[in-house]
């Protein structure tokens, strides 16, 4: 039990939902523009390519943003019927997401 000043000042339950600690602004643009894909806990509903749990440990905010605009194999270019002000909130909340950000310990004892 190290650390984490910002933990529980919500209630709900302790279950560990990414969606649920996301910015609320994000997380509604997710909701809306992502998740039926993504998934409810950026676990990936159209397989291993669409977890996005850790992403920002692959893509930049702007690498994010240009796939919401220019889409993928298989993502359309959601983008198309998106505020920009909405593609730039969930790219930068996106691009936080790393697989170590509780621990940063990678930094060599010398
Ligand atoms: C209709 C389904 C669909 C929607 C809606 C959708 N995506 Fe995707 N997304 C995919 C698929 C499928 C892939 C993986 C294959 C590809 O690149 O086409 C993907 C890939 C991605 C990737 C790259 C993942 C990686 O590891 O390379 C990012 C980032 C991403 N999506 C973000 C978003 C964001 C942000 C939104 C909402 C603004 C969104 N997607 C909406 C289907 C979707």
Redesign the pocket.
């Known amino acids: 039990m190290t650390a984490c000043g910002a933990s529980s000042s919500s209630s709900g339950s302790s279950s560990s939902n990414i969606l649920n600690s996301a910015p609320a602004e994000a997380a509604n643009?997710?909701k809306q523009?992502?998740l039926?894909?993504?998934g409810g806990n950026l676990e990936g509903r159209?397989g291993k390519?669409?977890n996005?749990q850790t992403?920002g440990d692959?893509?930049t905010k702007e690498e994010?943003i240009d796939?919401?605009h220019n889409?993928?194999?298989?993502?359309?270019q959601?983008g198309r019927s998106?505020e920009e002000g909405d593609?730039d909130k969930?790219?930068e909340w996106?691009s936080t997401l790393k697989s170590n950000a509780a621990e940063s310990a990678n930094e060599p004892a010398a």
């Open positions: 643009v997710y523009s992502c039926q894909c993504h159209m390519d669409t996005l992403i692959n893509m994010i796939k919401i889409g993928g194999k298989r993502m359309p959601v998106m593609i969930v790219a996106l």
